[in-house]
C-alpha cells in the first residue's frame, strides 16, 4: 500500500554511504595509530600548546557536516602532537599509565560491539565476570568476593566506602541518610591517604571532619597506636567510627600500612577495612611483596586500578568486595523498567548495575581480558618488578650525585628527591626545584610530577611505565643536574 510505504528520503543513520571509504579510513587510522605508538620515544614528553591552536579549539560546534576525513585530518593535525606524554617512556608524573597498542585496539572492538553492560543477558558481561575472578585470584582476593570494573582508583575508593557506610551504619542508611545517626559516623587512614577517599567522604554526606587523618611514622606508615588512640576517644565523644583505609602503596610514597595489623584491629572493633591498592595492590603479582600483601585478602572492600599498574589504557579500576550479599544490597534498585527477568535479554544473574553508582557502563573489560590473554600474568608480573627495580636505580643514583639528596624511603615504585646546592636553606631549595621541575616539562625532558614531604618540596618519580629504560633514569638525573647547576648560577 503506497501510504504506508516507508519514504526512504527522509529516514537517515550515522552509518557511512560509501563503507569502503570509511574501511580506507580506518585503516589509515590504525596504521597512523601503531606508527605514533612506535616511534613515541623520538618526541618530546610533552610541549607547551601555541595560543593560535587554543584558539582553534574555540569554535562554535559545527551544523553541517564536515565529514570523516576531516574529523580525522583535524585530530591528527592539531590534537596528537600535543598529547600528555603519559605514553613517553620518560613520563613518571603523578600515577598515571601508559596504555598498550593491544589494549587501545580492544577499546576499538568494544566501541564497536558497544554492549550496555549494566546488566542482561549477553557475554559481554560473562567476560567482565570472568575479569573479576582473574583479579581475585591475582590479588589472593576469595574467590566469593564480588566485584565490579569501575572508571578508576576514586571511584572504586567510593564503591568501597559506600558498602562500608551501608554495612556499618548500624540502620537503614539507603532510606534514613546519615542524619539518623546518633553521633557522626567516622572513618580512619593515614594523613598520606589519597584525596580521592576524602571525596568520597564527602560525597556520602559524612563530612570531610568525619575523616580522621591518623600521623605516619618516618617512613611514611600508619601510626597503628595512634590510629587505636583515636578511635577509643572518638568513641568516648560519642561519634560512631564505621571504616578504617588501610593503603597498600600511598600516593606520595609507595608506603604500605601495616594490614595485617589494621585487619585484626577492625575485626576486634567490628569496623569495615578498605584498602586502597590503586597501584601498589598490583605488586601481589611479584613474589617478594606476596608477604606483605597477603592480608589484602582480610579487606572488607579492596579498590585498585587496571589503568596504573596494569597498563591498561585509561578507564579501568575496580572494587572487590567479600560480601557480595552486602555489596549488592547497597546498590540494587530495580524499578520495573529494568526488572530482571526469568528468560531473555533482560535475564541473567549479572546485573552490575546492582553493585555500583552506573546503569549504563561501558565494555571496559574487554581490554582487560584481551590484554591478560595476550600477554598472560607472568609478563605484568616481571614488569611491576621491573618498575620496582628501575625505582632502585634511580635512588642508587640519586644517592651518589653529590648534588642530589633523597627524600623518602623507597618501599616500591616511587623515588622522591630534589636538587640541592651547598649553602642554600630549604625555602631556597623549594622554590629552584619548584622551577627545575617545569623546566624538566617545558623542555619535553622527562615528567616527574612532585610530592610536598615534611613539607619540602621533592621531584617524583612514580614508575607505572613498561617503556621505561634505565638509560631514561641516567638521562633525568644528568638533566636534573644540569638544569639545578644553571638555575643555582642564574642566582647568583
Ligand atoms: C593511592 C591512590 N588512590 C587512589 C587514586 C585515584 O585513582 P584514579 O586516578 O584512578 O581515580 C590514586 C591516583 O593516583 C592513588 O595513587
Excluded at 43 to 72: D, H, K, N, S, T
Excluded at 358 to 371: E, T
Amino acid at each position: 500500500m503506497a501510504g504506508t510505504q516507508v519514504n526512504t528520503a527522509v529516514e537517515e543513520t550515522l552509518d557511512p554511504d560509501d563503507w569502503a571509504e570509511l574501511r580506507a579510513l580506518g585503516h589509515q587510522m590504525v596504521d597512523d595509530l601503531l606508527d605514533y605508538l612506535r616511534t613515541v620515544r623520538e618526541r618530546p614528553v610533552w610541549r607547551p600548546i601555541p595560543a593560535e591552536l587554543r584558539a582553534r579549539f574555540r569554535v562554535p560546534a559545527p551544523r553541517a557536516p564536515e565529514g570523516a576525513e576531516r574529523a580525522y585530518h583535524d585530530f591528527r593535525e592539531h590534537v596528537l602532537p600535543h598529547p600528555m606524554g603519559n605514553i613517553h617512556p620518560r613520563f613518571w608524573g603523578w600515577v598515571i599509565g601508559t596504555g598498550t597498542p593491544f589494549g587501545a585496539l580492544a577499546e576499538m572492538l568494544a566501541a564497536g560491539m558497544n554492549p550496555n553492560m549494566g546488566g542482561g543477558d549477553h557475554l559481554p558481561n560473562q567476560v567482565e565476570a570472568q575479569v573479576l575472578d582473574w583479579c581475585k585470584e591475582m590479588l589472593g582476593y576469595p574467590a566469593t568476593a564480588s566485584g565490579v570494573l569501575v572508571s578508576g582508583g576514586s571511584m572504586a575508593n567510593l564503591v568501597g566506602l559506600a558498602v562500608a557506610r551501608h554495612a556499618r551504619a548500624g540502620f537503614d542508611v539507603r532510606s534514613k541518610g546519615v542524619r539518623h545517626a546518633a553521633g557522626p559516623l567516622t572513618v580512619y587512614g593515614s594523613s598520606e591517604m589519597h584525596s580521592s577517599v576524602r571525596k568520597a567522604v564527602e560525597l556520602l554526606g559524612l563530612g570531610s571532619e568525619a575523616l580522621r587523618l591518623v600521623p605516619v611514622t618516618s617512613e611514611f606508615e600508619l601510626d597503628l597506636s595512634a590510629l587505636e588512640r583515636m578511635i577509643a576517644e572518638d568513641r568516648a565523644a560519642g561519634c560512631q567510627p564505621i571504616c578504617v583505609v588501610g593503603n597498600a602503596g600511598t600516593v606520595n610514597t609507595g608506603a604500605f600500612d601495616d594490614l595485617g595489623v589494621i585487619a585484626a584491629l577492625c575485626q576486634r572493633e567490628r569496623l569495615w577495612f578498605h584498602v586502597d591498592g590503586a597501584f601498589g595492590a598490583l605488586a601481589a603479582l611479584v613474589p617478594e611483596y606476596q608477604g606483605r600483601l597477603a592480608p589484602m585478602a582480610m579487606a572488607d572492600s579492596l579498590a585498585f586500578d587496571l589503568h596504573k599498574w596494569m597498563y591498561l589504557p585509561f578507564e579501568a579500576g575496580c572494587t572487590l568486595v567479600r560480601d557480595a550479599d552486602t555489596h549488592r544490597r547497597t546498590f540494587s534498585l530495580t524499578p520495573d523498567y529494568l526488572a530482571h527477568a526469568e528468560r531473555g535479554l533482560a535475564a541473567g544473574e549479572l546485573w552490575f548495575s546492582d553493585y555500583g553508582i552506573q546503569l549504563s557502563r561501558g565494555f571496559r573489560a574487554l581490554k582487560v581480558w584481551m590484554s591478560f590473554k595476550e600477554h598472560g600474568l607472568d609478563k605484568y608480573a616481571r614488569l611491576i618488578r621491573q618498575n620496582i627495580e628501575q625505582a632502585r636505580y634511580l635512588a642508587g643514583l640519586v644517592r651518589n650525585a653529590p648534588d642530589l639528596e633523597l627524600m623518602a624511603p623507597v618501599p616500591l615504585n616511587i623515588v622522591c628527591f630534589r636538587y640541592r646546592a651547598a649553602g642554600c636553606d630549604d625555602t631556597t631549595l623549594d622554590a629552584l626545584n619548584q622551577e627545575l621541575l617545569i623546566q624538566l616539562h617545558e623542555q619535553g625532558i622527562a615528567v616527574p610530577s612532585n610530592a610536598l614531604l615534611g613539607g619540602r618540596f621533592a621531584l617524583r618519580v612514580a614508575i607505572v611505565n613498561h617503556r621505561s629504560r634505565r638509560e631514561d633514569f641516567d638521562l633525568l638525573v644528568g638533566e636534573v643536574r644540569r638544569i639545578g647547576k644553571e638555575l643555582r648560577e642564574s642566582e647568583k
